[in-house]
């Protein structure tokens, strides 16, 4: 096996490199300016994790470019795994411009005084913020809130409105409370997943 192996090996060596093949002329005149940017010189911008960093980049990556060609600064997109990682990069500045939601923004607020310069207005002109109750539409075994309970239910984080806090709190209105259900399990973006 050892000689089989060899002999592959070798015939890769003999035939990867021929005198048949001709030399390229490379023209050093020709230049392109290549513009190298400290990445400490750039603004950064992070969107609350509530997906895989690949799935945040692309959500966002075209505001990010759209930025940078219309103000001309280096903005890049930064990727906090956690909402307490993310508000603590916020209060470290170590992200300038954060895309969050409402209880994470009152709380960055409180502790750092971080003030919101925009929000969110929907292609109905409203100013709103949402929240959804999923499960799947042929489980027979939910059909109303009150079938939830003793079910077991996955969150975004503590911390998420419209991943936890608004929909328990529809859940709260209709009198059911987070001990009412077997299990409630927290699956903050790609920075892991918690139990409570």
């Known amino acids: 096996m050892k000689y089989l192996l060899f002999l592959i090996v070798l015939c890769m060596g003999c035939t990867a490199c021929t005198s048949d093949e001709p030399a390229q002329k490379i023209d050093l005149s020709k230049r392109e300016a290549v513009e190298v940017r400290d990445a400490d010189d750039a603004i950064t911008y992070a969107y609350l994790p509530q997906y895989s960093h690949s799935v945040s ?3 966002h990556n075209l505001l ?3 930025l940078k060609k219309e103000t001309g600064y280096n903005i890049r997109q930064v990727f906090p ?3 307490d990682e993310h508000m603590r990069m916020v209060g470290q500045g170590k992200v300038d411009i954060s895309f969050t939601n409402p209880y994470a923004y009152v709380k ?3 502790r750092y ?3 919101a310069f925009a ?3 929907e292609d109905s002109g409203q100013k709103s913020f949402r929240g959804q109750i999923i499960c799947r539409a042929d489980n027979s075994a939910i059909r109303t809130l009150e079938d ?3 079910k077991r239910l996955i969150a975004v984080d503590l911390t998420s409105a419209g991943g936890y806090l608004y929909p328990m709190g529809q859940f ?3 009198g059911i409370r987070q001990q009412d259900f077997a299990e409630v399990y927290f699956s903050p973006g790609p920075g892991g997943s918690r139990k409570r």
Do not use: P, W
């Open 57 to 59: 980049f692309l959500r």
């Open 64 to 66: 990010v470019e759209y």
């Open 81 to 83: 795994d956690t909402f």
């Open 108 to 110: 960055t607020a409180y």
């Open 113 to 115: 005084g971080e003030k």
């Open 119 to 121: 929000q969110v207005i």
């Open 148 to 150: 939830c309970k003793g």
């Open 172 to 174: 709260y209105d209709h």
